[in-house]
């Protein structure tokens, strides 16, 4: 039976990090993933590589004044935490605030990460300074997106792989944690048959044979549960009405959350199972990979936004403000679905689709292809390509036309058109002045304010129904799921405790399956906007934590 000083479970970015954190210190670690060498790297490989920092040189130069304080107070805020099983995701929290406006940058600058120099806005809130949202801009894109997140990682682990200090197991499917003493000493489970299938697509679940590895600790870099709608669905919470009959999915199938079941098995507790992240601006992939596969819009906050029966949302459910909000308003609407209407002006300059294969000027590093996002009449040529092929757009010259279409789309005859161009024009007017009484103009108007907003990603105020602006778009959005808010709960060294409140001797927890670090350092909402750095700061603290306690 072989044995290593530490198994990591899991080669995505929570992972990678642990591992290189380990090899760093002169430990030996086994990888073990379920899926093909081509898939290293996870989910992270598909973001957009947005970074949560915290008065960053790039915020200064863009006129953005932020401090610790503030970011404290709004991740506080949002996370909402209110369960006496919040102990630990609380002192995480507050460690991850520390670190995003500490060393975070630096040290991933150390490394060779850069960043698009305007910083974007996530969850804008909306509901008063110490509720929900981010006060200021904090939305850091990696240049390079995902891929440039992974790259110092996977060049980091392919070295020590070089040096004999690292092992990747690929094609290796974990069935259970081996125990001894009440100790957790390895890991068992089935070799998978080889797969060259391409990345993110399903891979074969035949068995080619078993295995046992032996270890002093174990880390679990398994992720969460979004791939499996059936978990999905069992551990939706009430708080949010009913579980969609219908949803996309935001990551790949092999994201199942069978290690969280398996860990819970052997003694490990996992709290928070209810608390969960998904987007209501998703959209089918005309070019699937994953089954179901879904691309999120990330919009700015021009586009009005309407239930499936036409109604306008309430204020500040707008487009980039409060997902979580707008997901539990939907869910009581009584449909799976609802509409976005904007014009062609709008599209051009306010949607970005989430993932890295949808940005290939930030992911492929050109400058130039950059700069035509801000010239021209039309969008983005991956927004452009949806708008022509996707089967979730309605293009429309005249408001008439649209709502026919948007009708026939939904197979309904749900959207009235005096209705919706009442509501329309009634918003076309408070543009006529630079003030209004409209909660989402004010908004738009503030978002202006910031000088990234207004340089390249918030149109310039306008009438809809002005045909020069045209032509006029409605969009069908989509429940798509995506992470897991909790998770296996962690003390601050990321070692997994078990029912009594003890770490469970050998067992840490990372990433996704960990709820981003204690078991759910989010709390309600997630004020990042981006879930990579929770993947960043727990392998960091996990890989030092192991490398420490296997000496």
């Known amino acids: 039976m072989q044995s290593?000083?530490?198994?990591?479970?899991?080669?995505?970015?929570?992972?990678?990090?642990?591992?290189?954190?380990?090899?760093?210190?002169?430990?030996?670690?086994?990888?073990?993933?379920?899926?093909?060498?081509?898939s290293l790297g996870g989910q992270a490989h598909w973001s957009f590589g947005g970074l949560f920092f915290v008065d960053s040189p790039e915020q200064r130069r863009?006129?953005?004044?932020?401090?610790?304080?503030?970011?404290?107070?709004?991740?506080?805020?949002?996370?909402?935490?209110?369960?006496?099983?919040?102990?630990?995701?609380?002192?995480?929290?507050?460690?991850?605030?520390d670190f995003a406006s500490g060393e975070k940058r630096a040290w991933l600058h150390g490394m060779g990460m850069r960043w698009f120099p305007v910083v974007g806005w996530a969850e804008r809130g909306g509901y008063g300074a110490i509720g929900h949202g981010n006060s200021v801009p904090r939305f850091h894109v990696t240049w390079g997106t995902g891929p440039g997140v992974l790259e110092p990682f996977v060049r980091r682990a392919r070295d020590a792989a070089s040096k004999g200090l690292l092992q990747f197991a690929f094609r290796h499917r974990v069935d259970g944690l081996m125990m001894e003493n009440g100790s957790v000493v390895g890991v068992h489970g089935v070799r998978l048959a080889d797969d060259s299938v391409e990345r993110g697509k399903p891979s074969s679940r035949e068995v080619a044979?078993?295995?046992?590895?032996?270890?002093?600790?174990?880390?679990?870099?398994?992720?969460?549960?979004?791939?499996?709608?059936?978990?999905?669905?069992?551990?939706?919470?009430?708080?949010?009405?009913?579980?969609?009959?219908?949803?996309?999915?935001?990551?790949?199938?092999?994201?199942?959350?069978?290690?969280?079941?398996?860990?819970?098995?052997?003694?490990?507790?996992?709290?928070?199972?209810?608390?969960?992240?998904?987007?209501?601006?998703?959209?089918?992939?005309w070019n699937p990979i994953w089954p179901r596969h879904a691309i999120r819009i990330l919009p700015g906050p021009s586009s009005l936004w309407f239930d499936a029966r036409g109604h306008r949302l309430p204020c500040p459910l707008w487009p980039g403000f409060d997902t979580m909000g707008t997901l539990e308003h939907l869910r009581r609407t009584g449909y799976d679905y609802s509409w976005f209407v904007l014009d062609q002006q709008?599209?051009?300059?306010?949607?970005?689709?989430?993932?890295?294969?949808?940005?290939?000027?930030?992911?492929?590093?050109?400058?130039?292809?950059?700069?035509?996002?801000?010239?021209?009449?039309?969008a983005p040529a991956p927004v452009e390509a949806f708008k022509r092929h996707g089967r979730d757009f309605v293009v429309r010259d005249n408001l008439d036309d649209l709502v026919v279409g948007m009708n026939e789309l939904a197979?309904?005859?749900?959207?009235?058109?005096?209705?919706?161009?009442?509501?329309?024009?009634?918003?076309?007017?408070?543009?006529?002045?630079?003030?209004?009484?409209?909660?989402?103009?004010?908004?738009?108007?503030?978002?202006?304010?910031?000088?990234?907003?207004?340089?390249?990603?918030?149109?310039?105020?306008?009438?809809?129904?002005?045909?020069?602006?045209?032509?006029?778009i409605a969009v069908r959005l989509n429940i798509l799921t995506r992470k897991t808010l909790g998770g296996l709960e962690t003390d601050l060294q990321a070692?997994?405790?078990?029912?009594?409140?003890?770490?469970?001797?050998?067992?840490?927890?990372?990433g996704e399956a960990a709820g981003f670090g204690g078991g759910g350092l989010h709390g309600y909402r997630a004020l990042e906007g981006s879930f990579l750095g929770g993947c960043l700061f727990s392998g960091r603290i996990a890989g030092r934590a192991a490398a420490a306690a296997v000496a």
């Open 4 to 38: 290593t000083d530490v198994i990591v479970v899991g080669g995505g970015l929570a992972g990678l990090v642990a591992a290189t954190e380990l090899t760093d210190a002169g430990r030996r670690v086994l990888l073990v993933e379920q899926e093909p060498e081509q």
């Open 62 to 97: 863009m006129g953005v004044r932020d401090s610790h304080a503030l970011a404290l107070a709004d991740w506080m805020g949002t996370a909402a935490f209110d369960r006496a099983e919040d102990h630990w995701p609380r002192q995480w929290a507050q460690a991850y605030v």
């Open 209 to 285: 044979g078993d295995f046992e590895y032996r270890a002093q600790a174990v880390i679990v870099a398994s992720g969460g549960i979004g791939g499996n709608h059936e978990l999905v669905r069992k551990n939706w919470p009430e708080r949010l009405g009913p579980p969609p009959s219908h949803m996309l999915c935001g990551v790949p199938a092999h994201v199942d959350g069978r290690m969280l079941g398996i860990s819970e098995a052997a003694g490990a507790r996992l709290i928070n199972r209810d608390r969960m992240w998904h987007y209501v601006e998703g959209i089918e992939n």
């Open 346 to 378: 709008i599209i051009r300059r306010e949607f970005a689709l989430s993932g890295s294969e949808q940005n290939p000027d930030l992911t492929g590093k050109s400058w130039r292809q950059v700069a035509k996002r801000a010239v021209g009449k039309h």
């Open 411 to 472: 197979g309904s005859q749900l959207i009235d058109a005096a209705r919706l161009r009442e509501e329309i024009e009634a918003r076309d007017r408070q543009f006529d002045n630079p003030y209004a009484k409209d909660s989402q103009v004010m908004a738009i108007h503030n978002a202006r304010r910031y000088r990234g907003d207004r340089l390249v990603r918030v149109a310039k105020p306008h009438r809809l129904l002005d045909p020069s602006n045209g032509p006029l």
């Open 495 to 510: 070692r997994v405790l078990g029912h009594d409140g003890q770490p469970l001797r050998g067992l840490y927890a990372v």
